[in-house]
């Protein structure tokens, strides 16, 4: 029988030590870790959404005839008050149909006073027709005059009469023409009042659509205003955390424009109505104190205050680790990483309030960002 080499003999021996050494390195040999020591104190509990700084009441500035504008008294970044002068449009026709319609008023009062003039000398005809009416029904009755001019004395009467019911009428014509005319001289006053376009509340002006010399048209933009009695930050927010929001609960608002400076705010309103795609609905939060500079629109965070909690076990978040869907951690049993259950509270920005299963000291486990596989419970560990 043929013996091994010696070289074949060095070369399985080789590869058996380098086996071995991989083994005990993965099996046996201490890993590096990432530790903490749990300790106690007060967490907060917060529900997070993105949105946009909006006014509560905002409002677009329009015409409300079609006039050629004349001049614009405000720029975006002014504040106004109510009632003051923001625009003027081009005002000659209206001038011309008010003093129009002034005259045409002038004219039907005229009119009116000539009706009734005519109903004065109608009413003396009919008394006149009257009393010859009788005179020659009295006559008649004695034949002392024929019956030819009794018949034209009633004749006279009915003239009369229908002469008066006549002026009665052109006196109701007039009236209403009086009425038309001033009702048409207040149209034309209010068409002319149009012209000026006044600022419907305090506010300030965020946007400016026009210059003079263009022709506006009713309800199209000229500029927009918003009232600063309060501005909010909508945001949308995850529909899961809906049970957890009231009105009322205070808030932290992180700007984008300084993501480092936290902003108080207070949840004004929930939303009635969520994203069918997205899953999320609308939370408003009063804006109690706002950057120096900011405009509408601009990116903010909400972070809604759900729940307080002093003197508990905190474990940072990075640190829980998921066994058949419960949680738990990984915890230094004399140099190696024991798993042990644990039950979760509070849930902060970055840590969680642990019920059970962690006291104050207990020193908890995870593996370096750097390395690819996840810390395994039994395995020797070497702390930094």
């Known amino acids: 029988m043929k013996r091994p080499s010696i070289r074949r003999l060095l070369t399985w021996f080789i590869v058996v030590a380098v086996a071995g050494s991989a083994v005990y390195k993965l099996k046996f040999a201490p890993v590096p870790v990432v530790a903490h020591t749990v300790t106690r104190g007060e967490i907060l509990a917060e529900v997070m959404g993105t949105g946009t700084l909006e006014a509560r009441v905002k409002t677009t500035v329009s015409a409300r005839i079609q006039e050629r504008l004349l001049d614009v008294l405000v720029d975006q970044g002014d504040t106004v008050k109510a009632g003051q002068l923001l625009a003027r449009l081009d005002d000659a026709e209206s001038q011309q149909q008010v003093a129009i319609a002034a005259a045409t008023l002038v004219a039907a009062k005229l009119t009116a006073e000539r009706v009734r003039a005519d109903l004065t000398r109608s009413e003396a005809v009919l008394t006149q027709a009257q009393l010859d009416h009788k005179r020659m029904t009295d006559l008649t009755s004695s034949r002392a005059v024929s019956q030819a001019d009794a018949d034209k004395a009633a004749e006279a009467l009915r003239v009369a009469e229908a002469d008066l019911t006549r002026s009665h009428a052109a006196i109701a014509e007039a009236e209403g023409q009086i009425v038309v005319a001033e009702k048409n001289l207040l149209f034309r006053k209010d068409q002319l009042a149009f012209t000026e376009i006044h600022a419907p509340y305090d506010g300030l002006i965020i946007r400016r659509d026009r210059d003079p010399g263009e022709m506006l048209v009713p309800g199209a933009s000229l500029m927009r205003i918003i009232s600063l009695g309060e501005l909010w930050v909508s945001a949308w927010v995850d529909e899961t955390a809906m049970p957890a929001l009231a009105a009322d609960q205070p808030a932290r608002i992180v700007f984008r424009s300084e993501p480092g400076h936290n902003y108080p705010g207070k949840v004004a309103r929930l939303g009635r109505e969520a994203d069918r795609e997205t899953r999320e609905f609308l939370v408003d939060v009063h804006a109690a104190e706002l950057p120096k500079t900011w405009t509408i629109g601009q990116r903010a965070e909400v972070f809604i205050e759900t729940g307080r909690q ?35 509270g509070l849930r902060g920005k970055d840590q969680l309030a642990v019920i059970k299963g962690l006291n104050a000291g207990d020193q908890v486990l995870r593996a370096p960002d750097s390395r690819k596989s996840p810390l395994a419970e039994g395995q020797r560990i070497k702390l930094p």
């Open 310 to 344: 002093a003197d508990a076990v905190l474990l940072p978040s990075a640190f829980v680790v998921w066994k058949d869907g419960r949680a738990g951690v990984l915890v230094n049993a004399g140099g190696k990483a024991q798993w042990r259950e644990v039950t979760p």
